[in-house]
């Protein structure tokens, strides 16, 4: 594969940055003058509403009086509370994600019968078109996964005989077939990645019906196919917590917006994982193992409280890591007093970790998690209310399942196609108009001067005045 150079020399480039930056900046006051919800976020940094669902709900606290009241953190599918599914499936030492699957795409939980019918229509449906690895895949890797994964998910559109259909059959269909295919895309992206940019063999295994995804995943990325059911049922419980988190989450919302405009299955898709892929949203989970690999490299020794919090104040200042002053994997839009995906992993965690290589690396997201909120009051006088996040213990889950930190984020992503599904479909049977919110235009009125009388570069900053109003 031969690297694209662009023909725009660093020199043209820095030119063309300068004359960008003069004319883009916007007051900050402005927002505020117009009642401008930036990031579509009320003042008190609850979402503005912008729909109504019946897939899920995202719950951290209720208002009483015009006042946030922290609650215990609450994720429930279609009515029914995720540690309900969790801790059902733990107790009966089974599967729970193509249960969650039927779930949330047709609202009710399904019986034995069809969860083994629908789960032998997902292990059918995860063949990749005849051709596609080689053409799509193979001879165009991709240093990030996630982007292969858009690429993909778009080109899956040609080898599709009615992709323009937007009948409920014909989503449906092609969201179930999504859902099967995404794991099996992501896996081998990251096989003719690990051969072309790692040098390292890369290894191809045939999907195995007999497999729910959580297996299947595993079988594809371990070399020799060997794993254990403990293995297997700790991803499967990953993907399950993983799968939806409410329509105002970035990627849901973009999917449906573009499902809103009338736009194909391949394109909303897509959308989505090229937003989750965002360091602020799915790609936080990188963004904490590499904190954490900083704050290894210059802690001497981890688990000491001292030692942590002395770190974690340098990077509050700005001071370490990527100097944003942000610790990763703690905070949440919704979650104030705690984060129900965190609290199941958490538990994962120092299970899994007891007694082996990571459990110095458990104890100190411990120390991150109860630290971090007392560092923050402390030094920005934060009293609002924060927990650990999701992404503070997925890493080290994936870590103790021997996945490579590349495929953090393409493992959410294989989970929340569901929840994009769900809300793609909710999208065309009930709302049936295109989003369009205001934005407000703050650029002044100028006059147009013809080309051979520019001399000077207008200021586009400071009001156009009539030639018979100047002084």
Request: hydrophobic share 35%; glycine share 6%.
């Amino acid at each position: 594969m031969v690297t694209y150079i662009s023909p725009i020399s660093n020199e043209s480039l820095t030119n063309l940055c300068e004359q960008l930056k003069k004319k883009n900046p916007i007051n900050a006051n402005d927002f505020e003058r117009y009642a401008v919800k930036r990031g579509l976020r009320n003042s008190d940094g609850t979402g503005v509403m912008a729909g109504l669902t019946r897939i899920c709900s995202v719950e951290g606290y209720f208002v009483s009086d015009g006042e946030r009241i922290p609650t215990p953190g609450r994720l429930i599918y279609r009515g029914i509370d995720v540690c309900e599914i969790v801790e059902n499936c733990m107790a009966d030492d089974r599967f729970g994600f193509e249960e969650v699957i039927w779930l949330l795409l047709f609202g009710s939980l399904p019986t034995q019968a069809q969860l083994d019918s629908f789960t032998n229509v997902l292990a059918q449906s995860r063949q990749l078109p005849q051709d596609f690895v080689e053409n799509m895949i193979l001879k165009s890797p991709s240093q990030n996964i996630m982007n292969k994964m858009e690429r993909s998910v778009l080109s899956l559109y040609s080898y599709d005989e009615n992709p323009e259909d937007l009948s409920v059959e014909n989503v449906l269909r092609q969201s179930i077939q999504l859902i099967a295919q995404l794991p099996t895309i992501m896996s081998y992206a990251y096989q003719v990645k690990r051969r072309y940019y790692d040098k390292e063999s890369m290894y191809i295994h045939q999907t195995d019906d007999s497999y729910g995804t959580a297996q299947s995943i595993l079988n594809f990325l371990r070399e020799d196919r060997k794993f254990t059911d403990k293995e297997a049922k700790l991803l499967d419980m990953c993907l399950v917590l993983h799968a939806e988190h409410g329509g105002g989450n970035n990627s849901t919302f973009v999917t449906r917006a573009l499902t809103s405009s009338g736009t194909d299955t391949y394109s909303a898709i897509a959308g989505g994982i090229g937003s989750l892929k965002g360091h602020r949203h799915g790609g936080a989970n990188i963004k904490v193992t590499q904190m954490i690999d900083n704050i290894k490299a210059n802690v001497k020794n981890i688990t000491d409280e001292g030692q942590v919090a002395d770190f974690l104040t340098k990077i509050i200042k700005k001071q370490a890591n990527d100097n944003t002053g942000l610790v990763y994997g703690m905070g949440h839009a919704v979650y104030t007093i705690s984060d129900p995906r965190a609290v199941l992993l958490k538990e994962k965690a120092k299970e899994f970790s007891k007694g082996t290589e990571f459990e110095e690396e458990y104890k100190l997201l411990e120390l991150i998690e109860s630290l971090t909120p007392i560092l923050l009051q402390k030094e920005k006088g934060d009293k609002k209310r924060i927990c650990a996040n999701v992404d503070l213990y997925s890493g080290l889950v994936y870590k103790l399942l021997n996945i490579p930190e590349e495929l953090f984020t393409p493992l959410f992503a294989a989970a929340r196609v569901v929840g994009w599904a769900a809300h793609r479909i909710e999208e065309i049977t009930t709302v049936g108009r295109i989003m369009r919110p205001a934005y407000k235009s703050v650029s002044l009125p100028h006059k147009y001067i013809p080309i051979n009388e520019r001399t000077v570069e207008a200021d586009m900053t400071e009001p156009y005045i009539p030639t018979e109003e100047r002084v």
